[in-house]
């Protein structure tokens, strides 16, 4: 029968609200008698905390309380896959980068809290910064967190790696990298909290990917059963991976607490490119080998992850990248390692692609360089390597539905004309 | 000098968070007053549609118009886990659970309906937010006026669902397992463009997409992810980085973190192939991030069809090209290469 | 950062509204008017989200004083359509697809108004430059495009059906 709405363009649900100006996005959301946060945040990338003084900043008129790490002792690191992450750096610990939270200020408006924040007054002990992740792999790099720079090793084993480089013709082997990106989602982080005193559920309208597990890392570090945190979904101003991290959540919960007043925090732009992920940039070392006929025969990978000072979903992040080394061709022999590593960089998580995107840099670099070497036409060299129903990935998982990999081929060619000898 | 090249990239994208991590949305869907049918989920709308997705999914399976399907925003103590707008995933698992909440709740029309008309389900039609006998179409009765019935009997008119895949978790020694992932997106992207061999300047002019998304569920929408992702991976093809020096951000902001405006926007041709052969609704796979994965390679291979130089780091900015340019014409000249 | 009062005119209503000589417009508007369609992106003028239209020029009211806006005409998205009556411009961003997560759409359409203004039958390229002070993440502006198009049709075919009436 033919379907009625399936496959039929329906305008978006939610588009008249975007266009007359009526979608609620976080920082849309105003209650009054609202108090204002500003974060006071890390004044050296790698540093002992030795002394915070926030006398001054709360000698200014409309500063209502600055919290710091002393005044939250209960309170547990966060972190998506590793809990690894401070709400507060407090003194005697690291500031890891830029982005780490020192202390918390809470206003009567904007202007008095990023005063505030100014006023106060920080002493550290510098460490050597490590922004090069090959650094960190070093022996005698000093450690960002208390066991070894690199966070997480992955491995990948298809078939006999040597047998296939013997069998290949030709053996393309490059390195390439990635730089580290943002997001820019155009709506930066912003959100509003409330405590309600009877029932002591924090209420936080803070867009975020991830509802549930965001409220269950929220309640994991604040030392509450999750039902005491409720999160509302306000319109969310693109995400692109970003906003799966926590960013405002934490701050917002412990002021409402503390205050018993609204509070809302946002980010400035540059606030929001400096403490909040970003995308992993990769080292790739990729050696694949190929016969005089054209079929790939091995494909070997190492891949360096920079996942800055916080693991976020990097451990995730930068395995998935190898795990889509040979992209959507067939390859027997596979073998490959991958490194997530730590850095005083800003840390990286999740962004479209999940290292899957910086991993096409290289497997479809290689693809190019190897069709020029054997003098084939790329469309014709993709098509006889690529997927059918029954081949089988670099995990070995065999494709048993759903291969269109040499319809997208085929369909590109013929849209763009694409003719044999042409380039 | 202006010279055009073209470029090919094909990709793959494993969806879903895969390797054994617990993967599951939970939908459910119930009658409401006034003509609407309410359905909850916490899938997070992040501009891509995910919730227009929903409605014409539900819309279709209980023959109702789309905006008769009213959803509930997200909300921790009103919604339950739909996991997470991310992974490619919501389309193919939220998809799915509103799906099966929403034949849930037609079975559950049927059976009270049968009960109401003495009649068995094959006896049964629906249309435009009625069911009724087929021998007697206008002994008919509303989704509405059969919820009150249903809820006088004590009973009330829902279905939930949650939709929970398997994946196996890889070999932490060799990265192998039987299903890693619950299915793929492939995409290939050629894409033409211009480098100006005096300035260094990339000029993307046109790109081809052939998407493998098994079955659009809203044709518009998963272009707009296509041209979407595609303008992001032109950024970080020529112009995205954020430059971290000893641990300091040196360009915070966004004059000196530059990302595509619309006067780097390329001319699409878009062709989505739809087999309907996934596991997704109707046969819908994601393609949220498989839009922007072939575009660097496609374009790095383009800029060396161009100018026959290739770039190993990105972004391939003018600088870049400029140097590699220099350095071209300096081996040549000494004999090490173009002999 | 002392205290005075000013007098503006916003989406045609007359407002008298007390600000502060370092209160930024687009705060005004936000804050102290409750318009909360007009957004802020970047704070630096670069992103075109916080675009309004003051005295019929396109402007980045993160950039401007408050104080600078006395005696100024404003329009903000809340002047240009609502729920009983949208711009065609809306309409078309709605129907063409060309809105997303929509954070940078009320920017958008401002600036599409204006460049419609001035130029009613805009080629792909002037529309393109027409909104290039205007960042947008999600839709690879075109459909953005497309909507400014369609919109531009609508609004040719409907003035000189117009046209006719009045000869």
Known sequence: ????????????????????????????????????????????????????????????????????????????????????????????????????????????????????????????????????????????????????????????????????????????????????????????????????????????????????????????????????????????????????????????????????????????????????????????????????????????????????????????????????????????????????????????????GFGTTQMAFAYESQMDILAHQLGINPVQFRLQNAYDIGSSTPNSQRLTHSVGVKETIKGAAVMAAWKEGSP | ??????????????????????????????????????????????????????????????????????????????????????????????????????????????????IEFRSNHVELGIKGGYIFRKDNPNNQLSYWELAERVKARGDNLKAESSFFPHTDKPDPETGQGEKLYVAYTFVTQIIDLEVNTDTGIVEVLKVYTAADIGKAINPKNVEGQIEGGTVQGIGMALMEEQIIKEGITLNPDLTGYLIPTSMDTPHFITRLIENEDSEGPYGAKGIGEPATIATAPAIANAIYDAIGVRIYDLPITPEKILKALKEKVKFTSEGWLGL | MSKLNIELTINGKKRKVETTTSTRLLDLIRDDLHLTGTKEGCGKGECGACTVIMNGELAASCLILAPQADGAAITTIEGIGDDKYLDPIQEAFIETGAVQCGFCTPGMILAAKKLLEENPHPDEEEIKRGISGNLCRCTGYQKIIDAIKLAANRLSSSDSGRGKKDA
Not at chain 1, 64 to 69: E, L, P, S
Not at chain 1, 184 to 201: F, H, M, N, R, T
Request: charged share 25%; aromatic share 6%.
């Open chain 1, 1 to 352: 029968m033919l379907k009625s709405y399936v496959g039929k363009n329906v305008c978006k649900v939610d588009a008249q609200d975007k266009v007359t100006g009526q979608a609620l996005y976080p920082d849309d959301i105003y209650f009054e008698d609202m108090l204002y946060l500003k974060i006071k945040r890390a004044t050296h990338p790698h540093a002992y905390l030795r002394r915070i003084d926030t006398g001054k900043a709360e000698k200014l008129t409309g500063v209502v309380k600055i919290i710091t790490a002393a005044d939250i002792p209960q309170v547990k690191n966060f972190g998506l896959i590793i809990k690894d992450q401070p709400v507060l750096v407090g003194v005697g610990q690291k500031m890891r980068y830029m982005g780490d939270a020192l202390a918390i200020v809470i206003a009567e408006s904007k202007e008095v809290a990023s005063q505030a924040v100014k006023l106060i007054e920080v002493e550290v002990e510098e460490l050597e910064v490590i922004s090069d992740p090959l650094r960190a792999m070093e022996k005698d790099a000093p450690l960002i967190h208390q066991d070894s720079n690199v966070l997480a090793t992955h491995y990948l084993k298809k078939g006999d790696i040597k047998k296939g480089f013997t069998q290949a013709d030709i053996i393309a082997e490059n390195e390439y990298r990635t730089s580290t990106l943002d997001h820019v989602p155009l709506q930066v982080e912003a959100g509003v909290g409330i405590y309600d005193k009877k029932s002591g559920v924090i209420k936080l309208w803070v867009a975020t990917q991830w509802l549930h597990d965001t409220q269950a890392d929220i309640a994991q570090s604040l030392g509450l059963s999750k039902e005491k945190i409720r999160i509302i979904q306000p319109v969310i101003g693109g995400a692109f991976g970003k906003k799966e991290d926590i960013s405002v959540h934490l701050h917002l919960a412990l002021a409402a607490m503390e205050t018993k007043r609204p509070v809302k925090l946002t980010y400035s732009r540059e606030e929001s490119m400096i403490a909040q992920s970003k995308r992993h940039p990769f080292i790739i070392r990729m050696k694949t080998g190929v016969t005089n006929k054209g079929y790939l025969t091995a494909c070997q990978v190492e891949v360096i992850g920079d996942t800055g000072a916080y693991a976020s979903s990097g451990p995730a992040v930068v395995h998935k990248g190898m795990y889509h080394c040979t992209g959507p061709y067939n390859v027997d022999n596979v073998s490959g390692v991958a490194y997530t590593v730590y850095t005083n960089n800003t840390y990286c998580g999740a962004m479209r």
């Open chain 2, 1 to 114: 000098m202006k010279k055009r090249g073209r470029g090919i990239a094909t990709i793959m994208f494993g969806f879903g968070y895969g390797e054994g991590f617990p993967d599951h949305s939970i939908a459910s869907a119930e009658i409401e007053e006034e003509g609407k049918i309410l359905i909850r989920t916490a899938a997070a709308d992040v501009g891509q549609g995910i919730l227009t997705t929903i409605s014409q999914i539900s819309a279709e399976v209980l023959k109702v118009k789309p905006e008769a399907i009213q959803i509930i925003p997200g909300d921790t103590h009103l919604t339950k886990n739909s996991g997470s707008s991310s992974a490619t995933r919501q389309t193919f698992f939220t998809g799915n659970a509103v799906k099966e909440a929403s034949e849930g709740l037609l079975s559950n029309i049927y059976h009270y309906a049968s």
